[in-house]
């Protein structure tokens, strides 16, 4: 199977990505499904969509900050049910995610990833390029408020739930802004972690 690899941007950060090959690239707004777009880069043809063997998410962290609480909401009672079988286990945590589209990237969402794992490839790679995505805190002060979040489960669902492995970094990650829009990421800002669908997870 050839390489099909997409790039999804939430349009705050930019209106595209340079410096990296994609056979696609779609901004998200925020009025976006993002997961009605991830549908639309598999292609137009439902009935035999592409399967991608790489995505790209650029997007701004999300923490549980004041104001936006609800994002921690029930998390226990929701993972108790999508992983009964075990692959993650622990309760009491928080979790970071990713600002895209209507409806964020967080453990609230992240069983959308199973309902669409038909469009991912066999070893496939989802690669968040979002700050602090694999982040374990709960005293990260920014600039919005105290973060508290356990950002390596929350990667492992998505790993699970997709069927991809999932890399994404437990620091703020730097990008360049260029012209029309266009945006340039530099280097991983490590620590990067990689994740399994069998659940696993180890630092690069």
Known sequence: MADYKVAMIARNIGSQVNGQSYNKQIVVTESDSFFDKLLEAAGDNASRPRR????????????VVEGLANVAADMDELFAKIFADGKISGTGWKAYGALIGSEFITSKTVK???????????????????????????????????????????????AVMSGAYVRASASPQGYVEEQNGAVRFVDWSPPVFQFSPDGGYWPE
């Open 52 to 63: 991608l063997t790489q995505l790209d998410i650029f997007a701004h962290c999300v923490g």
């Open 112 to 158: 959308k990833f199973g309902d669409q794992s038909a469009i991912f490839a066999s070893n496939a790679e989802i690669n968040f390029r979002v700050c602090m995505m694999a982040r374990v805190s709960d005293d990260y002060t920014g600039k919005h408020g105290t973060y508290t979040g356990n950002g390596i489960k929350l990667c492992q669902a998505i």
